[in-house]
């Protein structure tokens, strides 16, 4: 339930991609390029970013080409080509990052071999290389950037004098550290991105999980609670529907008691179950209801006496945290609910205590069992020992030595901190 406002920014004002499970737009899991996917089901064509590197690249290689006249071959119309294929092909990073990265490593060697100055066009291969390290393929984005840096050796060192421009010399292999080094950083921003964006996508998988997991405990903590909420209920009507179609010529009077305390238990079984289903009204609301705890317990003898059940209460509740406080009240209903279903005895008796830092209930009848169908789900025990276990308790349950049937519970006096929390709202 409270998952409906999972992926919206937190009430204290922190970012707002806090809570997303992409994570924040600007890192590689969540890229500013990609903003979801186009209508053919790919990821969005990145025309922005494309375009600003393009400009950047043809504007910064011509003033380049000014610094370095006289180095190296003026960029003519076939340069500027080469450059702009180069940049043009990254806008096809996202759907085809190998033959990219491959792309834009040989367009740049051939630039390069061309005698063309240096510049941005080194650009061009980072990116390649860096869409495909983060969608995946290293292995390609290494050996694309290799053959890149192998192609500038064989250029720079022994094809230089087939190649232009006229007069060309062999280039210092001193430079061959900064570019080397430049090399080995794209691959290590790429392999952290890589990482990070396969970080996020293990969070975003765990979120999803988690979600699923809360949701699934959501439904099932509902669908205990209506047990619960129904299973006293309707065990009076049903004991009281019965009394009254027998007494209904013999002994109207009767009836109408039966009648009566029909209508009391229906509007009981009603007030609880729009209490259950307030839950799922929009998070954050404030409990319309306190949930119930042995404060009611008199509520239960009352309705147990309607179904012509006797309830002797023993001893008090030492004061209680909301959790246990609910878990009691709901497994004493249960226990009377079984009582009324499935045992012969009209007496019962419920005994409170304390010891060793925990809440002790005792719920007996003296028996025999019916044997006969009561229209239960079976869930009941169940339920209980599910309720007790949620508090670190326990339930034992089973037929007496005498021929009775016996529920112990043992309930921590203590509760963590977050089941407190959603034991106050009624969880």
Request: aromatic residues 8%; proline residues 7%.
């Amino acid at each position: 339930m409270e998952e409906q406002g999972a992926h919206t920014s937190p009430a204290w004002g922190g970012p707002p991609w806090r809570g997303r499970p992409d994570g924040p737009p600007w890192w590689p899991g969540h890229p500013p390029w990609r903003t979801g996917p186009d209508e053919d089901g790919g990821p969005r064509w990145p025309w922005r970013s494309t375009l600003l590197l393009t400009v950047f690249v043809l504007v910064g290689s011509n003033a380049a080409a000014r610094f370095q006249e006289g180095e190296h071959a003026s960029l003519d119309s076939f340069g500027r080509a080469l450059l702009l294929v180069g940049s043009g092909m990254l806008l096809w990073r996202q759907r085809y990052p190998v033959l990219i990265a491959f792309g834009t490593a040989a367009t740049a060697t051939v630039y390069l071999g061309a005698g063309y100055p240096y510049g941005p066009v080194f650009l061009t291969v980072a990116l390649g290389c860096f869409s495909a390290i983060v969608t995946g393929h290293r292995k390609a984005a290494w050996a694309a950037v290799g053959m890149f840096w192998a192609g500038h050796v064989l250029v720079a060192h022994w094809l230089y004098q087939w190649l232009p421009p006229a007069g060309d010399h062999a280039a210092d292999w001193g430079q061959e550290v900064p570019v080397t080094a430049w090399i080995i950083a794209i691959v290590a921003v790429s392999e952290l991105a890589r990482v990070r964006r396969e970080q996020w996508a293990r969070e975003r998988a765990e979120r999803a999980l988690a979600a699923r997991r809360r949701a699934d405990e959501e439904r099932l903590r509902i669908a205990q609670e209506l047990h619960d909420v129904l299973a006293h209920s309707i065990s009076v009507i049903n004991v009281q529907a019965g009394v009254g179609l027998a007494l209904l010529d013999s002994a109207p009077e009767q009836a109408r008691t039966a009648l009566t305390t029909i209508k009391s238990a229906s509007k009981e079984a009603l007030g609880e179950v729009r209490q259950v289903l307030d839950t799922l009204r929009t998070p954050g609301d404030a409990p319309r209801a306190p949930a119930p705890g042995l404060d009611r317990l008199s509520e239960l003898v009352e309705q147990a006496a309607g179904a012509g059940l006797t309830v002797e209460v023993e001893g008090e509740a030492p004061p209680l945290p909301p959790g246990a406080d609910l878990a009691a009240f709901r497994i004493v209903q249960e226990a009377l609910t079984n009582v009324v279903r499935h045992s012969g005895s009209r007496h019962a008796r419920v005994r409170l205590g304390q010891a060793a830092g925990a809440l002790r209930l005792r719920i007996d009848d003296d028996g025999p069992a019916t044997g006969a169908d009561a229209g239960g789900s079976g869930n009941g025990l169940a339920g209980m020992r599910e309720r007790a276990a949620a508090l670190g308790g326990t339930i034992e349950a089973g037929p007496r030595a005498d021929g009775g049937f016996r529920v112990l519970a043992v309930l921590p006096l203590k509760t963590p901190p977050a089941q407190y929390h959603e034991a106050k709202e009624g969880r």
